[in-house]
């Protein structure tokens, strides 16, 4: 039978020896890793999609799985097949998960990883099985276990629609699912959140102790085509979306108490196409709440290249604006230009003078399988001044000032909300109860350049996956960066200065043409932003949408599906 050879073949590529943790994630009984120096970077990668039944030379409309194409162009390739609806051979997973592990795993602090490591649902003649889901992501988990967690380098996974059998489907924990999860990814859930994540498949993770967390959610009980969930009913409190937000702002007031930061990372991005709506206006809630402590927000699923705002107008009741709701994979495309326009559309509404405060920011990675672009992959810097660049004994230990307690505001949202508050069609909504007091802080890291600010990515992918065979393998390239150019070196010239400087991008993985200080113009730098704060990305969206900028819109389009045309 093809799996079983295939996996064996998935297996034997991903073998590991007995390795320990991290020391924020070590089991009991490991003697903990040496603690790390601080890179300042992080990895961000998402949907993988290994397939065990990928073979080169068949057909793309079989998935690849089989028959010879009637025309070569159509045929399935060594190390995937770019622009198709085919998923990743393990030609291609092993060799973007060995070329980090080469190039990049001693410059990174962490590891984001949002879900999908599991072939689509999308050849009839080979159903997907709950054995093959979960073999091919505990394939997947090793393999991140040998190349990061071995290095003391923290990986935190989140669950993905494809990650499950069936797909899109999940019941409440705990279950089958969460149990098999609770031992797949036992290298990287801390001991502590075993219990909850058995319950709901969510946990978090202190990627920099007692400084930076990141929450890992499980977007399924949020995603509205999960039709097995109550979808964060307001007269269901026991909802599992309910309770996953109930316990996500439990860590979220515990972190801020703490003056900690905090990442928060899942699968299927929180938008009313693609979240019931009920889960998204509290989702939208906590991300403004709390808009002091949350650095920003990660997600895949999507497989396009893009970044959103969740706004506090999304907390108003308008009757005769009801969202079009997304029931699948790919992203929604709400009026006739498709997902494109219909994002400069959203950016064209900004005021020219936004109250930041209602504000915040989702970044939406592209994916490692070829489905329907190129594989990517993104390197996050951060700021990590005041850190000493060292993550000591002294610093995990070191007493925390406890941060000023500021009064919040009540956010406002839009509509008339007195009014529809009193209609049975609203009464029992959340958004006529949320009304705890904001907490937002002009001079915190999501606002302001300081310790632990997002300053910006380094987008790497392979545009000539179609030229790879047996005897050349693809390479990764930059993409693009979004940071200004005049900050990939130290300003002046002395020893001393450039011996301190922490360089978001190591010069070496830099193009020739940057690898000099002075460039004043480059074809890698299109946004050139001071860094990835909520001015900063404000900034960007009105840029885009000034209709005078046409370049910097070709640019960014061409990004978003990696060169290849709109699905």
Known sequence: MLWSSSLFLLVAG???????????QVPFGVEPLKPRKLRGRFLHITDIHPDPHYTPRTSQSTACHRKKPKKKKNGALYYGTPYSECDSPFHLTNHTLDFINEHWANEIDFVIW????????NDRQLPRTPSEINGLNRAVAAKMQKVFTSKGIPVVPSLGNNDVWPHNIMTPG?????????????PFIPFPYLQVFQRGAYYTVEVIPDEVAVISLNTMYFYDSNKVVSGCSYKEPNDPGNLQIDWMEVQLEMYRNRGMQVWIAGHVPPSSENYFSECYVRYVELALRFQDTILGHLYGHMNVDHFFFLEAGDLGIFPDLEPEKNHGDEPKSLNQGGFFQTLLGEFMTLPKSPKLTDYAVVNVAPSVVPNPYTPSFRIFSYNVTGANGNLSQDMQKKKKKKPKRRHGHHPVGGGNKTASCEEPEYRDTWRCHLDQPWYSD??????????????????????????????????????????????????????????????????????????????????????????????????????????????????????????????
């Open 14 to 24: 991903f073998v590991i020896d007995d390795v320990v943790s991290s020391p924020v």
């Open 174 to 186: 705990p279950n089958s699912i969460t149990n098999e999860f609770a031992s797949i990814w036992s």
């Open 442 to 567: 002009s001079s915190s890291p999501s606002r302001k350049n300081q310790r632990w600010t997002p300053l910006g990515y380094a987008q790497y992918y392979i545009p000539n996956l179609d030229k790879a065979n047996k005897s050349y393998a693809p390479q990764f390239e930059l993409e693009y960066l979004t940071y200004a150019l005049d900050s990939l070196h130290p300003a002046g010239t002395k020893e001393d200065a450039q011996k301190e400087f922490a360089y978001p991008v190591p010069v070496r993985h830099l193009p020739e043409s940057l690898r000099e200080p002075g460039v004043v113009k480059s074809k890698y730098a299109p946004y050139r932003m001071d860094d990835l704060t909520i001015p900063s990305w404000i900034r960007l969206a009105r840029q885009l949408a000034d209709g005078k900028r046409r370049k910097l819109r070709k640019r960014f389009r061409k990004y978003m599906f990696l060169g290849g045309e709109e699905e």
């Open 114 to 121: 949002t879900g999908d490591n599991a072939r689509h649902d």
